[in-house]
């Protein structure tokens, strides 16, 4: 648009279509071949950092991570990267050589003005000052650039709620299973199995007092999935002493908050689980312990973020096994549990010989914490890439927006119109955009955080589904402060249009 003189000059002097088109073609397609270049680094060096570590909370990983290079994918995006910049530089060079040398040595002319459905509704047009009119009015009259800079604006806003939604998902992991549903302090398992009685002496032995809840567990690790898969993943087949005082410790609900309740016709399972086989309640789970083999129906889907679970009513687990139950697993609250007196319960539970581990849930808690910080530079990235694409977008259309409308700038200068006036009326338009884009912004970027999401997820973790709504406001606010960054930059633009250049003849 800038150069249609230089077109047309070019065209007139006998230069082909194709060699005109060319110069413009080879300077997008530049750009797009090291673009392309770059972020595919960035991809494959920076993500994959950010995934290792939410993963490490799991898995013990060394601390260097491997970089694979995947030729066909970066095939993928070049072409993707190549077909977007040069197809609309091809379209674009196509539609101005359509036209005459003399047509592109004169100024484009500008769109016409149109009735716009607004003004039908007079209950609601009439109530605008003039200015809002016309900037209404300019939106719907350059439907190109309108729809330019939406898209663009709502694939910025749409990788921010990504960033952001990322974040929320893996930290949730954290605040949801160690927070809402395990509300012990400990977590005490024993090298074998023991009776009721057994287990209850080796805990009153060590309460000092300070033992409020607890409950005796007997936790063993099986292979399970659906009736006839022929995949199976690993389950912890869990069952309790006393399912209330349970309930106290280990909250099962469901991804609405309601409780649910063991029953001795079946088993809960978790909801990674059951979206892992497609199972739901009245399903059958397919359970394999060394020889044994169980088929126990499905009563109810918790919510759970760590490790796969079906939960067992002790009554429920002796008649499906056949066993009388035993006891593995302690599970209890301390009542005034400091970080300064874990290392004195950790000792005292530690001197039975017969316990092997104890795990103190505000450890857990922290050692993820700190090992999804990383996240943080995931998060930052993304941001950075939404306002590089904000500025580009915004940049270049509002350049081509004052280029276009120089007489009519020039116009309003002429008539009176201050520099606040001219900027007010200029962006006005792109504030409107930018809101728009926005909101478009947010739907979109739900559907790419979901896709993103559940691609990430591995067998044994379930990310939180969720976006925190601090998270859609920080999308909004980020994306007009990125727009109203392009205004104050753009304001010399429109302070330097030359009043009498402007208005002279084109002839």
């Not at 909250?251 to 086989?277: C, Q």
């Given at each position: 648009?800038?150069?249609?003189?230089?077109?047309g000059?070019?065209?007139?002097?006998g230069?082909?279509?194709?060699?005109?088109?060319?110069?413009y073609?080879?300077?997008?397609?530049?750009?797009?071949?090291?673009?392309?270049?770059f972020?595919?680094?960035?991809?494959?060096?920076?993500f994959?950092?950010?995934?290792?570590?939410?993963?490490?909370?799991?898995?013990?990983?060394s601390?260097?991570?491997r970089?694979y290079?995947?030729?066909?994918?970066?095939?993928?995006s070049?072409?993707?990267?190549?077909?977007?910049?040069?197809?609309?530089?091809?379209?674009?060079?196509?539609?101005?050589?359509q036209?005459?040398?003399?047509?592109?040595?004169?100024?484009k002319?500008?769109?016409?003005?149109?009735?716009?459905?607004?003004?039908?509704?007079?209950?609601?047009?009439?109530?605008?000052?003039?200015?809002?009119?016309?900037?209404?009015?300019?939106?719907?009259?350059?439907?190109?650039?309108?729809?330019?800079?939406?898209?663009?604006?709502?694939?910025?806003?749409?990788?921010?709620?990504?960033?952001?939604?990322v974040?929320?998902?893996?930290?949730?992991?954290?605040?949801?299973?160690?927070?809402?549903?395990?509300?012990?302090?400990?977590?005490?398992?024993?090298?074998?199995?023991?009776?009721?009685?057994?287990?209850?002496q080796?805990?009153?032995a060590?309460?000092?007092?300070?033992?409020?809840d607890?409950?005796?567990?007997?936790?063993?690790?099986?292979?399970?999935?659906?009736?006839?898969?022929?995949?199976?993943v690993?389950?912890?087949?869990?069952?309790?002493h006393?399912?209330?005082?349970?309930?106290?410790?280990?909250?099962?609900?469901?991804?609405?908050?309601?409780?649910?309740?063991?029953?001795?016709?079946?088993?809960?399972?978790?909801?990674?689980?059951?979206?892992?086989?497609?199972?739901?309640?009245?399903?059958t789970?397919?359970?394999?312990?060394?020889?044994?083999?169980?088929?126990?129906?499905?009563?109810?889907v918790?919510?759970?973020y760590?490790y796969?679970y079906?939960?067992?009513?002790?009554?429920?687990?002796?008649?499906?096994?056949?066993?009388?139950?035993?006891?593995?697993?302690?599970?209890?609250?301390?009542?005034?549990?400091?970080?300064?007196?874990?290392?004195?319960?950790?000792?005292?539970?530690?001197s039975?010989?017969?316990?092997?581990?104890?795990m103190?849930?505000?450890?857990?808690?922290?050692?993820i914490?700190?090992?999804?910080s990383v996240?943080?530079?995931?998060?930052?990235i993304?941001?950075?890439?939404?306002?590089?694409?904000s500025?580009v977008?915004?940049?270049?259309?509002?350049?081509?927006?004052?280029?276009?409308?120089?007489?009519?700038l020039?116009?309003?200068?002429?008539?009176?119109?201050?520099?606040?006036?001219?900027?007010?009326?200029?962006?006005?338009?792109?504030?409107?955009?930018?809101?728009?884009?926005?909101?478009?912004g947010?739907?979109?970027g739900?559907?790419?955080?979901?896709?993103?999401?559940?691609?990430c997820?591995?067998?044994m973790?379930?990310?939180?589904?969720?976006?925190?709504p601090?998270?859609?406001?920080?999308?909004?606010?980020?994306?007009?402060?990125f727009?109203?960054?392009?205004?104050?930059?753009?304001r010399?633009?429109?302070?330097?249009?030359?009043?009498?250049?402007?208005?002279?003849?084109?002839?």
């Amino acid at each position: 648009d800038e150069q249609r003189t230089q077109i047309g000059t070019l065209k007139a002097l006998g230069y082909s279509d194709g060699a005109i088109a060319w110069k413009y073609i080879s300077y997008s397609g530049s750009a797009a071949l090291l673009g392309a270049i770059f972020g595919f680094m960035l991809g494959t060096w920076v993500f994959p950092q950010g995934i290792w570590q939410g993963y490490s909370m799991l898995y013990q990983f060394s601390s260097r991570l491997r970089y694979y290079f995947d030729p066909v994918m970066a095939a993928v995006s070049l072409a993707a990267s190549l077909v977007c910049s040069v197809g609309a530089t091809w379209f674009a060079c196509h539609a101005e050589l359509q036209l005459l040398p003399a047509s592109l040595m004169r100024p484009k002319a500008p769109k016409p003005g149109k009735r716009i459905l607004l003004e039908r509704w007079l209950w609601l047009w009439k109530r605008f000052n003039f200015t809002t009119k016309v900037t209404v009015r300019n939106l719907i009259r350059y439907k190109k650039r309108f729809w330019m800079s939406v898209i663009g604006l709502a694939g910025s806003c749409a990788l921010l709620l990504t960033g952001f939604g990322v974040s929320d998902s893996i930290y949730g992991i954290a605040e949801k299973q160690f927070g809402e549903i395990w509300r012990m302090d400990v977590q005490a398992y024993t090298y074998d199995a023991m009776p009721l009685e057994s287990i209850q002496q080796l805990m009153q032995a060590q309460d000092d007092g300070s033992i409020g809840d607890i409950a005796y567990c007997y936790d063993k690790t099986v292979k399970g999935g659906a009736s006839g898969a022929d995949e199976q993943v690993e389950i912890h087949m869990f069952s309790m002493h006393d399912p209330t005082t349970f309930e106290r410790l280990v909250r099962l609900h469901d991804r609405y908050g309601n409780p649910i309740p063991l029953s001795g016709d079946g088993v809960v399972i978790t909801k990674k689980l059951a979206e892992k086989f497609s199972l739901s309640v009245g399903d059958t789970l397919h359970l394999v312990s060394g020889s044994d083999e169980y088929d126990v129906p499905i009563t109810g889907v918790a919510e759970n973020y760590v490790y796969h679970y079906a939960y067992f009513a002790p009554d429920y687990y002796e008649k499906i096994t056949g066993e009388s139950l035993l006891y593995n697993t302690v599970m209890a609250k301390i009542d005034g549990l400091e970080e300064e007196n874990e290392a004195y319960w950790a000792q005292k539970l530690l001197s039975d010989k017969r316990v092997y581990t104890v795990m103190f849930l505000s450890d857990m808690y922290g050692s993820i914490w700190d090992s999804l910080s990383v996240l943080n530079y995931v998060v930052g990235i993304l941001i950075l890439s939404a306002a590089a694409l904000s500025f580009v977008v915004m940049l270049n259309l509002t350049n081509i927006n004052i280029t276009e409308r120089r007489r009519e700038l020039a116009t309003l200068q002429v008539l009176g119109f201050t520099d606040r006036e001219m900027y007010e009326y200029v962006f006005r338009e792109n504030n409107a955009l930018t809101v728009i884009g926005s909101l478009m912004g947010l739907l979109l970027g739900r559907v790419l955080h979901q896709f993103v999401i559940i691609t990430c997820e591995v067998d044994m973790v379930m990310f939180v589904r969720d976006i925190k709504p601090l998270s859609y406001v920080y999308s909004i606010v980020l994306s007009v402060v990125f727009s109203q960054i392009v205004n104050l930059m753009m304001r010399k633009k429109v302070r330097s249009i030359d009043m009498v250049e402007s208005l002279k003849s084109a002839e």
